[in-house]
Nanobody, 123 residues
């Protein structure tokens, strides 16, 4: 059974930093595309960052220069380093995985999902 589990989120003040991790189990994920999504109350889920099996990364425009996605070589662990946090970053954050090559910035294309972790940024 494939399972993705996010690390605990947390609360930070604006300008702070937070690192999220995702532990993937049940399969070797070296050929998967891994991604972080988020969803704020009343808003649609959006792709935050992704990294494919070749290490190519993509970012939501609003987080470029502030967030960094990374993965280990197997893909069983991947991370989202969030710096210069803003109140608008407040959301439930989800890690997700897509089987196969290519990018993964669309929630509808993802095969596996974590249950989400809450990140709250205060002004």
């Amino acid at each position: 059974q494939v399972q993705l589990v996010e690390s605990e989120g947390g609360s930070r003040e604006a300008g702070g930093s937070l690192r999220l991790s995702c532990a993937a189990s049940g399969e070797h994920f070296s050929f998967f595309c891994m991604a972080w999504f988020r969803q704020a109350p009343g808003k649609e889920r959006e792709g935050v960052a992704s990294i494919d099996h070749d290490g190519n990364t993509k970012y939501l425009d609003s987080v470029k220069g502030r967030f960094t996605i990374s993965r280990d070589n197997t893909g069983n662990h991947f991370y989202l380093q969030m710096d210069s946090l803003r109140p608008e970053d407040t959301a439930m954050y989800y890690c997700a995985a897509k089987n196969g090559g290519g990018s993964c910035d669309s929630s509808g294309s993802m095969d596996y999902w974590g249950k989400g972790t809450l990140v709250t940024i205060s002004s």
